[in-house]
């Protein structure tokens, strides 16, 4: 593995789970024992109906690409050499969005409305990204 020089995020207690079902590549988020919502970002109380109650939970890790936007300058000098390269929000199957990039493909052909699955970039021995790659109709 090379050194990863992009930042990375802050694991703590709360998020915890979140990036160790990255790490075991599965895609984990919150579900309210209440209401059933299920949210990202990771957060303390349910935005539905405030309940402290939660469960994690795999999901597919299948979605739609809802908005995408390629960027053609480093903001981080860690991203210097991946310029131009784009950024997605993508609606999971499940509800929540998430942030993230598509790979695999050229960055033109990133469009709204694509089909992607989740997959998973091992950075740091620590630290794993969750990532996207077009689905083919095949693994539709």
């Known amino acids: 593995m090379n050194e990863y020089n992009?930042?990375?995020?802050a694991i703590n207690d709360e998020n915890?789970?979140?990036w160790d079902g990255c790490r075991a590549h599965r895609l984990m988020m919150q579900k309210c024992r209440h209401c059933s919502h299920i949210r990202?970002?990771?957060q303390a109380v349910c935005p539905e109906c405030l309940s402290e109650e939660v469960d994690w939970i795999v999901l597919s890790g299948r979605g739609e690409v809802l908005s995408r936007m390629v960027f053609?300058?480093?903001?981080?000098?860690?991203?210097?050499?991946?310029?131009?390269?784009?950024?997605v929000l993508v609606q999971l199957d499940e509800g929540?969005?998430?942030?993230?990039?598509v790979v695999g493909v050229d960055n033109a052909a990133v469009q709204v409305g694509m089909e992607v699955a989740v997959?998973?970039?091992?950075v740091t021995p620590e630290v794993t990204i969750p990532r996207f790659t077009p689905r083919l109709a095949s693994s539709q």
């Open 16 to 18: 915890r789970p979140f």
């Open 96 to 101: 929540p969005r998430i942030f993230s990039n």
């Open 119 to 122: 997959v998973f970039d091992d």
């Open 6 to 9: 992009k930042p990375l995020p």
């Open 72 to 87: 053609h300058r480093a903001y981080h000098p860690g991203f210097k050499e991946d310029i131009p390269y784009n950024v």
């Open 40 to 42: 990202y970002p990771i």
